[in-house]
């Protein structure tokens, strides 16, 4: 079994935690309650025929996970589509994990949060597209409130996992 970390980052509120917790329980919870744990954001999964776990987390951590061997670690960049500053605090957040890795090139997936509230809409999908052409990474839109392309967004970035470590030889 591979063991990948994905590290959800993004200004507070657009919906990192409803994110996870929608992908690891299939449940969404509104505002207040959150009942999950920290340490239970971990899933297995099976994608293109190889299992995965998955270890989510909102911030880097060196944290060891018994008995397996981390294979790499990816980032969803997550803004909210109905904010602009969290939009655009995804390039502030892509540079600071350029600087922090000391290199360009690190797996990601670019997430615009929060479909559901179409009418609040402040961020175009072709805006966001183009951010990511210049990054050379997928984007995708979700609602977490409504599962909508969550699974995807976190499959994708095992993908862009996959493809990274063939590139890098390991
Ligand atoms: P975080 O600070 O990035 O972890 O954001 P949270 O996950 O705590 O979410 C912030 C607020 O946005 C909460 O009130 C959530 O219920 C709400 N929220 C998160 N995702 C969605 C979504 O997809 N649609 C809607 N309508 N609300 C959401």
Redesign the pocket.
């Known amino acids: 079994m591979m063991l990948y970390r994905h590290i959800v980052v ?10 996870m917790t929608q992908f690891v329980q299939r449940r ?4 207040g309650y959150w009942p999950m744990e920290e340490d239970t954001y971990r899933k297995q999964v099976e994608i293109d025929d190889e299992i995965y776990l998955l270890d989510i987390v ?1 911030t880097e951590c060196q944290q060891e996970i018994q008995g397996l061997d981390l294979k790499g670690e990816g980032f969803l960049i ?1 803004y909210s589509i109905t904010n602009r500053e969290s939009f655009e605090q995804v390039t502030r957040e892509i540079e600071k994990i350029q600087k922090m890795k000391e290199k360009e090139d690190f797996p990601m997936v670019i997430v615009g ?5 179409e009418k609040d809409r402040k961020i175009s999908q072709n805006e966001a597209m183009d951010l990511a052409k210049t990054y050379n990474c997928p984007f995708f839109e ?5 599962n909508h392309n969550v699974q995807e967004a976190f499959y994708q970035l095992v993908r862009e996992l996959n493809l990274y470590n063939s590139k890098n030889n390991n």
């Open positions: 993004g200004k507070g509120g657009v919906g990192k935690s409803a994110l969404f919870f509104g505002d909102e997550v949060n929060k479909t559901d509230l979700t609602s977490a409130k409504n």
